[in-house]
């Protein structure tokens, strides 16, 4: 958790505001899809001025070979759709950071993502479900 606080901390967000319909958004929702992310959630998190980015997305892979699949996949379809590669990229077993400076993803597996809560953490942020 320290390593992710530090990664986080030791940037600044971009000027430029992103929504839930811009491709940078889109295309990670697509790529954690593709590997059959679960849970997905994305907390908006503009509204509130201590924040890191402006989006948060959350998703639960079933172990730690999907977390790696869903990250890879992420940096992969970001890349090729937008041309972006990740500012950081934290990878674990069971929780993956990539850091798209406004849009940071969480992969987590589902015994870390209930013991960290971002969720109740940043509860101010408006929430929105992404599954199918």
């Not at 593709?34 to 201590?50: A, C, H, M, Q, R």
């Not at 639960?60 to 869903?70: C, F, P, T």
């Not at 013991?115 to 929430?127: G, K, P």
Request: with cysteine; net charge negative; charged share 35%.
């Amino acid at each position: 958790m320290e390593k992710v606080i530090t990664a986080l901390q030791g940037r600044k967000k971009s000027p430029t505001r992103l929504t839930r319909n811009s491709k940078l958004f889109k295309t990670i929702l697509k790529a954690i899809q593709e590997k059959k992310g679960d849970k997905i959630v994305s907390l908006d998190l503009k509204k509130i001025d201590e924040a890191v980015a402006d989006f948060f997305i959350l998703c639960e892979a079933q172990s730690h070979v999907q977390i790696k699949a869903i990250a890879d996949n992420i940096e992969e379809s970001v890349w090729k759709e937008c041309g972006e590669r990740p500012y950081h990229s934290e990878q674990g077993l069971q929780w993956t950071l990539v850091d798209y400076v406004n849009v940071v993803v969480h992969i987590f597996d589902r015994d870390h993502r209930k013991f960290y809560d971002l969720e109740s953490l940043w509860e101010d942020a408006e929430r929105t479900e992404h599954n199918d």
